[in-house]
């Protein structure tokens, strides 16, 4: 069952926000963009669309936000996550801001506390430094809410 979530960013190709394999939930990559915009919290555009300035830490934190809307609009919990990628266009200057927001997302004894594995790449399709693509797992499949109407 593929999932589209009206509240994560548009993706910027033709495939879904995420898509059901039994008790598996599969999340595409997810970067910090608001949804019906261009605007990329912690990023400032020359006019030739370059970045100029970027703060890591608000990237994370609108990219760990649209990432969880994806999981909650598919019908699982963010207890369920438990395996992150994260994509990094500058390890040596992005890594402990990255770690710093990544920690308060999965903090504490009852946090899920996924595996995570953490590569520099040399680009992201638009202009971010952080994208997101994490695996739940949730025993039975997605739980029926609002948002997901009948679990298949």
Same mark, same amino acid.
């Given at each position: 069952?593929? $999932? !589209?979530? /009206? %509240?994560?960013? !548009? &993706?910027? *190709? ?10 598996? @939930?599969?999340?595409? *990559? ?14 400032? @555009?020359? !006019?030739?669309? %370059?970045? $100029? ?13 649209? $990432? ?6 598919? *019908?699982? #919990?963010?207890? /369920? ?11 040596? %200057? ?5 770690? #710093? $927001? ?5 903090? *504490? ?14 680009? @992201? &399709?638009? &202009?971010?430094?952080?994208? @997101? ?20």
């Amino acid at each position: 069952m593929s $999932v !589209e979530s /009206d %509240r994560a960013p !548009e &993706p910027v *190709g033709p495939y879904p926000h995420a898509r059901w394999a039994g008790d598996f @939930l599969y999340v595409s *990559g997810v970067g910090p963009r608001q949804r019906g915009t261009s605007v990329i919290p912690g990023v400032e @555009l020359d !006019e030739a669309g %370059r970045i $100029v300035a970027a703060d890591i830490r608000a990237q994370c934190e609108s990219c760990f936000a649209n $990432v969880k809307a994806v999981v909650e609009d598919a *019908g699982a #919990e963010w207890s /369920d996550v438990f395996d992150v990628l994260a994509f990094l266009t500058h390890m040596d %200057r992005d890594f402990a801001g990255y770690n #710093e $927001v990544y920690a308060t997302w999965f903090a *504490g004894p009852d946090g899920p506390r996924p595996t995570r594995t953490t590569v520099e790449i040399g680009a @992201l &399709p638009t &202009p971010i430094a952080v994208e @997101l693509k994490v695996v739940c797992y949730r025993a039975g499949g997605p739980i029926k809410t609002a948002r997901t109407g009948e679990a298949s």
